[in-house]
């Protein structure tokens, strides 16, 4: 390099007597000119005068009696964890899904699946349902901004808007990936998000693809939220434009699905406007079981709809179809149609399930007693759930599914396995329930191990004694 450094000196010492003004600035670039040259140099020798290698020649040659022994030792990793040892087929069910089911040819008492108000056994639904398809088939074909919209779908829409008192709603095709859509379609990249610890795996799917910034509080505990929100207030004030620049949504469920507890409504509009942060509720179970008209949490707690920004919500429970919404003020919902992944490239509801949830909308809005008889079926079920030795009810009094855990809990695979061997006897008592099941390498916070029961409006007390019999004789030895 210095060599370098002379020679150009001298070239410039050779250059004045010409006429050629290379002092000054121009002496001052002597080292700065030195450098590129030599990078140049290097790069002249990289290309041209390095070695090549030939992979083929590096590789060793194997013998045909060689390749046989690799071949044979070779054991491939699997793809997935296979099936736990507590792991059973799932039932095949060979009815109509309402208060029993007929599994294996027998009837059983259904407290398995969200049919609350046992919409799927209208037939005057099932009826209409079936003279849609005469009329628009089977299938769309399509996703709802490529020929996939149909008359009856924006029926839904606008239906769905006047009943929950907002400006507009979008209906997904698929109820999973109408959060999971949702939440990414508006949170970005340096956004942060703040979400309740047992949120479910959909909500949490939707937080994973908007790739913000996540702040998890415990479970419905507000003290824990606000200490999260003054922190970021803190450091807000350190850096006011970059804080300008970041949006915050907090994410909740209106009845957390892992635990059947219900969100405190009043308090996080109360700190989402203190705090500024915009409101995202995940409804799928509360959306038609909560309130006077199940409206969901809003109405059960009083609480005007347009202080939550986004309400999602399923039409996979309560409606007894397919699909999920989202719902809230024009400039919120429009923005879906071009960005919520799950509605732009998913093809469009078919005609006979948004039927079916249009009638079952219209029967919702009619369901005072039915609404009433839920919340009095799920209470009878809670205290008598709560009686079985070993076994314990936890949740609100007002939701509809119960989850049921051990007392003396141990190992999450070992309750696992003891709760599975309880749903097992349960069924062949004549008792169809659910393990409720998660993706365990996948959760971003465990669940506790629990069966889930999700009540009727419509089951009778005999039905609901039966039940608890049922259950108490399937826990007996195995959670005591």
């Given amino acids: 390099a210095e060599t370098l450094v002379s020679a150009l000196r001298s070239y410039f010492a050779w250059a004045a007597p010409l006429g050629l003004n290379l002092s000054g600035a121009d002496e001052a670039s002597i080292y700065h000119i030195a450098f590129e040259i030599f990078l140049i140099l290097v790069v002249i020798k990289l290309v041209f005068f390095s070695k090549s290698y030939n992979v083929k020649e590096l590789s060793a040659k194997l013998t045909a009696a060689e390749e046989e022994e690799l071949i044979r030792e070779y054991q491939p990793q699997p793809l997935g964890t296979g099936k736990t040892e507590y792991y059973s087929e799932p039932p095949v069910i060979e009815s109509v ?79 999973f990936s109408t959060v999971a859509s949702a939440i990414p379609a508006y949170a970005k990249r340096g956004d942060i998000i703040f979400y309740d610890e047992a949120i479910s795996f959909a909500t949490q799917r939707g937080l994973i693809a908007a790739r913000s910034t996540l702040r998890a509080f415990k479970h419905n505990d507000m003290d824990s939220l606000e200490a999260l929100l003054k922190a970021q207030a803190a450091e807000d004030k350190k850096d006011p434009k970059k804080a300008q620049a970041t949006r915050r949504f907090l994410v909740v469920e209106g009845i957390y699905a892992n635990t059947g507890s219900l969100a405190p409504l009043k308090k996080l509009v109360e700190l989402k406007y203190k705090y500024k942060v915009r409101l995202i509720v ?43 919404f989202c719902a809230g003020r024009t400039f919120i919902i429009d923005h879906q149609r071009l960005s919520g992944q799950g509605y732009c490239f998913s093809a469009s509801l078919p005609a ?50 119960i989850h049921v855990q051990l ?22 008592g004549g008792l169809a329930i659910t393990r409720a099941k998660y993706v365990r390498s996948q959760e971003m916070h465990q669940p506790v191990p629990s069966i889930r029961l999700a009540v009727s409006a419509t ?22």
Avoid: M, W
């Fill in 282 to 324: 995940e409804e799928s179970l509360s959306f038609g079981t909560l309130g006077a008209n199940g409206r969901g949490l809003s109405e059960y707690f009083g609480v005007p709809a347009e202080d939550v920004d986004i309400i999602v919500g399923s039409l996979e429970t309560t409606l007894g179809s397919i699909g999920g």
């Fill in 97 to 175: 899904v309402g208060t029993t089911v007929v599994i294996g040819g027998k009837k059983k008492i259904n407290l398995g699946t969200f049919n609350f108000l046992d919409l799927t056994e209208s037939k005057e639904i099932q009826e209409h349902a079936a003279q849609s398809i005469r009329k628009y088939g089977v299938g769309t074909c399509g996703p709802r901004g490529f020929y996939g919209t149909l008359d009856v779908h924006l029926d839904l829409e606008n239906e769905l808007a006047k009943f929950l008192s907002v400006e507009e709603v979008i209906i997904y095709s698929y109820g």
């Fill in 407 to 428: 007392v003396a809990p141990s190992t999450i695979e070992e309750d696992e396995r003891k709760l599975q061997s309880i749903v097992d006897k349960a069924l062949a």
């Fill in 352 to 401: 006979l399930l948004a039927v079916g949830a249009l009638d079952a909308l219209a029967k919702l809005g009619s369901s005072q007693d039915a609404l009433a008889a839920l919340q009095v079926n799920a209470k009878v079920l809670r205290d008598a759930v709560s009686k079985i030795p070993g076994l314990k009810a936890v949740g609100d009094v007002a939701s509809p599914i």
């Fill in 459 to 480: 089951h009778t007390n005999a039905q609901l004694k039966e039940s608890v019999d049922i259950l108490r004789a399937a826990a007996k030895g195995i959670a005591q």
